[in-house]
C-alpha cells in the first residue's frame, strides 16, 4: 500500500497545477463571472477526477492571487478584477492567453511597463557590472542579427530583462516573471506589424549605449522611446481591428464559410436554371 501513495504524493502538484489553471482560466475569461460561486468541492473532484486535497490546494492558490474568497459555510466565490494579482505570471496568462486578447489590458499593462522600465534602465545606467553590460549588448547583438521572428522575440526578451537584472534592486527583480509574461503578450500581438523589430531597433541600441556609458537620464528617456513605439503599434492595430468590425457588413461571411456560401448559392442557381 505504500506505493500507490507515494505515487500520488509524486504526481499531486500536476494535478493540482492542472486543476488551478482550468479553474483559473474560466474565471479570468468570465465562463466562471465575478460574485459567481464555484461549483461545491464533491463537483470539483468528480469534473477533474481529483481528490479534495486536490481542489483544496488549486482553490487556495487561487484566493492567495486574489481570484477569489473563501468563507466558511458562504462557499467560493470570484472576486472583482480589481482584486486580483494582475502582475502574477498565471494571472496575466490566463487573462491574455486567448486567440485575441483583450487590448485595453495590453496597452494597460504597456503603462505599467512605462512606469517600471525607464527607472530600471537609468539604475541600469548607474549600478550595472561588466557582466551586465555584456548581457545588454549580446542581446542587443542578436536582435540586430536575428533571421526570423522566434529568434528576434528571444532575443528582445533577453535584453529587457538583463537590463531588469542590472538594476540589483531585489524589489524591482521581483517584476522579472511579470515582465517575461508581459512581453510574451505584447509580442504575440504587435509582433506583425510591418517593420516592428527593425524600426524600435535604434531605440534600444540608444538605451544600451546609455547604459554603457553609464548615463542614466539617457537611458530613461531611450527606454521611453522603446516603449511609446511599442504603445503606438498595439494602439493602431486596436484601432484597425475596430474599424474592420464596424465597416463588416451585419451577417458577413468570411473565409471558408463565405465561400460555402458562394458554392452553395451557385448550385442553388445552376439547378434553377436546369428545371426553367
Known amino acids: 500500500m505504500a506505493k500507490p501513495r507515494t505515487a500520488d504524493r509524486r504526481i499531486k502538484p500536476g494535478r493540482i497545477r492542472n486543476v488551478l489553471t482550468r479553474l483559473g482560466r474560466e474565471i479570468a475569461q468570465d465562463h466562471i463571472p465575478v460574485g459567481a460561486a464555484l461549483p461545491p468541492e464533491p463537483d470539483l473532484e468528480a469534473r477533474f477526477g481529483v481528490g479534495?486535497?486536490?481542489?483544496?490546494?488549486?482553490?487556495?492558490?487561487?484566493?492567495?492571487?486574489?481570484?477569489?474568497?473563501?468563507?466558511?459555510?458562504?462557499?467560493?466565490?470570484v472576486l472583482p478584477r480589481s482584486e486580483w494579482?494582475?502582475?502574477?505570471?498565471?494571472?496575466?496568462?490566463?487573462?491574455?492567453?486567448?486567440?485575441?486578447?483583450?487590448?485595453?489590458?495590453?496597452?494597460?499593462?504597456?503603462?505599467?511597463?512605462?512606469?517600471?522600465?525607464?527607472a530600471a534602465a537609468a539604475l541600469a545606467a548607474e549600478r550595472a557590472t561588466k557582466n551586465d553590460r555584456w548581457r545588454i549588448n549580446t542581446a542587443l547583438a542578436a536582435m540586430e542579427t536575428a533571421q526570423d521572428e522566434a529568434s528576434a522575440i528571444t532575443a528582445d526578451k533577453a535584453f529587457h530583462l538583463a537590463i531588469l537584472d542590472a538594476t540589483h534592486n531585489p524589489v524591482l527583480?521581483?517584476?522579472?516573471?511579470?515582465?517575461d509574461t508581459i512581453l510574451n503578450t505584447v509580442f504575440d500581438v504587435a509582433v506583425g506589424s510591418v517593420g516592428w523589430f527593425k524600426e524600435n531597433l535604434p531605440n534600444h541600441a540608444a538605451a544600451a549605449r546609455a547604459i554603457e556609458s553609464g548615463d542614466a537620464g539617457k537611458a530613461r528617456i531611450a527606454m521611453e522611446r522603446v516603449l511609446d513605439y511599442t504603445k503606438l503599434k498595439l494602439s493602431n492595430r486596436k484601432t484597425a481591428i475596430a474599424t474592420a468590425?464596424?465597416?463588416r457588413p451585419a451577417g458577413a461571411t468570411t473565409g471558408a464559410s463565405a465561400k460555402r456560401g458562394t458554392v452553395k448559392k451557385a448550385g442553388v442557381a445552376k439547378k434553377r436554371k436546369r428545371h426553367g
Open 52 to 77: 479534495r486535497g486536490v481542489v483544496r490546494e488549486a482553490v487556495k492558490t487561487l484566493a492567495a492571487k486574489g481570484m477569489v474568497s473563501v468563507r466558511p459555510r458562504h462557499g467560493t466565490h
Open 85 to 118: 494579482s494582475l502582475l502574477d505570471r498565471d494571472v496575466l496568462s490566463w487573462l491574455v492567453g486567448q486567440n485575441e486578447p483583450d487590448r485595453d489590458l495590453l496597452l494597460a499593462i504597456q503603462e505599467v511597463r512605462s512606469i517600471i522600465e525607464p
Open 173 to 179: 527583480q521581483g517584476f522579472r516573471g511579470a515582465i
Open 245 to 247: 468590425a464596424e465597416r
